[in-house]
């Protein structure tokens, strides 16, 4: 399997002493939860809170509503800001939410796919701010392929939770980068963990990217490590990996 080695400028492995670690950004479904049903793993929740109590920051960055993402922080005891709508809203509070796409664009490719192909439908969630989620039940790369025949600057992507239609340019990797300048934090100091496609931008630009053993090829090919279990039991095994390997 193919893994790309935290790097430093001369080319070299990173060393413990070189990857200065200050935050973890976390997928939730299928991540921190089993996919499908939603069921949190809670002894992932304890290492995450441990993580918290010695002082790096944790948060989400999820396709979920960035408010169930922020309501989660809040409950779970992390750190209270939350990327959501894989990247399209960046939430800090109740009623402080930063939209980074555009959602009418998005409802006007979806009214295109629902006319062009079968089985295209909503996916019952959370209201979204700046996105369209659907339901997995169409050919997703016959659904880009209408997009693009359209002009439309807008992209699908699978989060295996559900489809999500997304302007062009709007990416977890977009949400985390407003995320942690109001953190004061670089990416290269960012812990990225996550399990689908929507993750490959973030894994992009943080220092240290790990995949869960039940992501795709594609997925693990761009993470620095993968871990072999899977979901929130897979989580514990990447918080092990870095406790053990690069915190001080």
């Given at each position: 399997?193919i893994?790309?080695t935290p790097?430093?400028?001369?080319?070299y492995?990173?060393?413990?002493?070189?990857?200065?670690?200050?935050?973890?950004?976390?997928?939730i479904?299928?991540t921190?939860t089993?996919n499908?049903?939603?069921m949190i793993?809670?002894?992932a929740?304890?290492k995450?809170?441990f993580?918290?109590k010695i002082?790096y920051?944790?948060?989400?960055v999820?396709?979920?509503?960035?408010i169930?993402?922020?309501?989660l922080?809040?409950?779970l005891g992390?750190?209270?800001?939350?990327i959501?709508?894989?990247?399209g809203?960046v939430?800090?509070?109740?009623s402080?939410h930063t939209?980074?796409?555009n959602?009418?664009?998005?409802?006007k490719?979806?009214e295109?796919?629902k006319?062009s192909?079968?089985?295209?439908?909503t996916k019952?969630?959370?209201?979204?701010?700046?996105?369209?989620?659907?339901?997995?039940t169409f050919?997703?790369?016959e659904?880009?392929?209408?997009?693009?025949?359209?002009d439309?600057e807008l992209?699908?992507?699978?989060?295996?939770y559900?489809f999500?239609i997304?302007?062009?340019g709007v990416?977890?990797?977009?949400g985390l980068n407003?995320a942690?300048k109001l953190?004061?934090i670089e990416?290269k100091?960012?812990?990225?963990?996550g399990?689908?496609e929507?993750d490959i931008?973030?894994?992009?630009i943080?220092g240290?990217?790990?995949?869960l053993?039940h992501?795709?090829?594609e997925?693990?090919?761009h993470?620095n490590h993968v871990?072999n279990g899977k979901?929130?039991?897979g989580?514990?095994?990447?918080?092990?990996?870095?406790?053990?390997?690069y915190?001080r």
């Amino acid at each position: 399997m193919i893994r790309r080695t935290p790097q430093n400028n001369l080319g070299y492995p990173l060393s413990s002493n070189e990857l200065s670690i200050k935050a973890f950004a976390i997928d939730i479904d299928g991540t921190l939860t089993e996919n499908g049903s939603g069921m949190i793993h809670l002894p992932a929740v304890s290492k995450m809170r441990f993580l918290e109590k010695i002082g790096y920051r944790v948060f989400f960055v999820t396709g979920r509503s960035s408010i169930e993402a922020y309501i989660l922080s809040v409950f779970l005891g992390m750190t209270r800001i939350a990327i959501g709508e894989n990247g399209g809203v960046v939430s800090k509070g109740p009623s402080d939410h930063t939209i980074l796409g555009n959602k009418e664009l998005c409802l006007k490719g979806y009214e295109v796919l629902k006319q062009s192909l079968s089985n295209v439908d909503t996916k019952p969630v959370f209201p979204r701010l700046s996105e369209v989620v659907l339901q997995r039940t169409f050919d997703i790369e016959e659904g880009k392929k209408i997009l693009k025949e359209r002009d439309l600057e807008l992209d699908i992507v699978d989060s295996k939770y559900a489809f999500h239609i997304n302007e062009l340019g709007v990416n977890k990797a977009k949400g985390l980068n407003l995320a942690l300048k109001l953190l004061n934090i670089e990416p290269k100091e960012v812990v990225a963990i996550g399990d689908s496609e929507t993750d490959i931008p973030v894994f992009g630009i943080c220092g240290l990217s790990i995949a869960l053993g039940h992501s795709d090829y594609e997925v693990k090919v761009h993470a620095n490590h993968v871990v072999n279990g899977k979901e929130g039991v897979g989580l514990c095994d990447a918080i092990d990996y870095v406790t053990l390997n690069y915190l001080r």
